[in-house]
């Protein structure tokens, strides 16, 4: 097993060969029940308090298909350009694994409710097509926990499994290899991981956090020498599970598979493990082919025949495409390319626009996102979207900035508590005491005091060496130990010094 072996550089890897790319995600749709059984969905619930016979997988126990779980299934089909079977089966996907009680797992194989749909992502101004081979439905396991200070199987105390989360509704979707983006390679992966959010959140079908796993990153890749037009043998490296991973896994693994090839070796088609601390890739366990599986059609649940009024009928409810909505609010917010590029790389276009519907301006949003936050959600190595700090605390934040009763350094000082947990930005306000001074008096009384200790700078002042007012303006913001609006502090110390 190759732990981090040598790496090729990965520029220099693109000379000599063409990524393909295949990703494989998961997303748990958010249904008050579970796909073939009434028990409720509710995450993070005490475990094993949401079991039944049927998802425990007790002997007589028997399925009834969710078919509200068949709609959003097909909904993410049609928002995927996919076809909609007429008819479709479920199989079983016969495998051992202590946190599937049935040992078989509930999915689909050769007759997937949806299939052949494609999208399109942008990366830097190109457009690249994304080809959907299908979107099946399929349920969820349970959860291992493995006690002990590794976290993993390896070298725990003892191991415990919650069944709550089995048998909860998920629909995989199953990109065709996708060819031709070369250094893009990476950063086509997040686009289209990040699109697909948004288009799920759009439909309502699911909550998409990646942070709890109800959206989940297989990453296939492989490469073949440069112009060759071929495929290589693929690696799929499993539960990759923020975007920056999805980005960060793609480009590790064309480091890595080049290095390999490159030194007269070949790739071994195996899952690997994605390690988000160290972000390498390390070796799993050699794939297994679909023959392994011994697939059957489920004989305990009834074809699946939507009837074509019924897609027709969910055709019609679908939201506006991704890419549509974000050329209108591009033209709604007056936002340049770059800005937009920079927004929806951030992963922080729903934010903004909430910020927004919240009452900030587009720039302001912006601004708040893309810089204080993004560094804040950068140096915890989390999605702008797991930070503790909502659209409505980022636009009170800004409207109390417009009102003067905070400034910009205040506002962070604000932001600080908001991420700590200490309540509203108005509630960080009052318990940190930041509010800015706006009693006149005791701003009048800070400049005469600074004006007093730096006669030299007042003179300057006096004598129309205006941008002298710098240092006077430092001097009284730090006597009101930051709590000033300096534009207020400069109008002063002009008034008095002219
Ligand atoms: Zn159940």
Not at 138 to 167: C, F, M, P, Q, W
Not at 237 to 245: A, C, Q, Y
Not at 297 to 305: F, G, K, S, T
């Amino acid at each position: 097993m190759s732990v981090t072996g040598t790496l090729v550089d990965f520029d220099a890897a693109l000379e000599q060969f063409d990524p393909a790319l295949g990703l494989e995600v998961h997303v748990e749709l958010n249904t008050a029940s579970k796909m073939f059984c009434g028990c409720p969905t509710e995450f993070g619930a005490e475990p094993n308090t949401q079991t039944c016979p049927t998802c425990l997988g007790l002997p007589g126990s028997m399925p009834v298909v969710n078919r509200s779980a068949v709609e959003s299934a097909m909904k993410i089909g049609l928002a995927l350009n996919c076809e909609i079977a007429e008819w479709c089966r479920f199989a079983r996907k016969n495998y051992f694994y202590p946190d599937m009680p049935k040992n078989f797992q509930t999915s689909q194989y050769d007759e997937p409710i949806a299939f052949d749909g494609w999208t399109e992502v942008d990366v830097d101004g190109t457009t690249y097509r994304v080809e959907i081979e299908r979107a099946h439905m399929e349920e969820d396991t349970g959860k291992s926990l493995h006690v002990g200070t590794s976290g993993r199987i390896h070298g725990a105390d003892y191991s415990l499994v919650d069944y709550n989360r089995a048998g909860i509704p998920l629909i995989e979707i199953v990109t065709r290899p996708v060819m031709g983006t070369g250094a893009h390679a990476p950063a086509v992966a997040r686009a289209y991981v990040g699109q697909l959010r948004e288009l799920l959140l759009g439909l309502g079908v699911s909550d998409v956090r990646m942070e709890q796993g109800s959206l989940r990153c297989d990453v296939n890749l492989s490469l073949a020498p440069r112009g060759s037009g071929g495929l290589g043998t693929r690696t799929e490296t499993k539960n990759v599970n923020s975007l920056r991973s999805v980005e960060r896994a793609v480009r590790y693994e064309i480091s890595r598979q080049a290095a390999v090839l490159g030194g007269g070796g070949s790739i071994l088609q195996e899952t690997r493990h994605w390690h988000e601390d160290t972000g390498v890739t390390t070796s799993g366990r050699e794939k297994s082919d679909a023959d392994d599986y011994r697939y059957f059609p489920e004989p305990d649940l009834v074809p699946v025949a939507p009837s074509r009024e019924w897609v027709e009928d969910l055709r019609a409810t679908l939201p506006e495409p991704p890419r549509v909505r974000r050329a209108r609010l591009q033209q709604d917010w007056g936002f340049s390319d770059l800005d937009m590029r920079d927004t929806i790389g951030a992963g922080a276009l729903g934010l903004v626009e909430e910020t927004i519907a919240a009452g900030a301006s587009p720039q302001a949003a912006r601004k708040w996102w893309l810089g204080e936050l993004a560094r804040r959600a950068n140096e915890t190595d989390n999605e702008l979207t797991a930070l503790p700090v909502t659209p409505a605390d980022v636009a009170r934040v800004q409207a109390m900035v417009d009102e003067k009763t905070i400034n910009d350094k205040l506002a962070r000082q604000v932001l600080d508590g908001v991420l700590a947990g200490e309540g509203t930005p108005d509630e960080v306000v009052a318990s940190r005491g930041l509010a800015v001074v706006s009693d006149e008096g005791a701003l009048s009384a800070a400049v005469d005091t600074a004006i007093a200790a730096n006669p030299e700078v007042a003179d300057k002042i006096r004598d129309g060496k205006v941008a002298a007012a710098g240092a006077l303006i430092g001097a009284v913001m730090k006597e009101m130990r930051g709590q000033a609006d300096a534009g207020r502090v400069r109008e002063l110390i002009l008034e008095k010094l002219s």
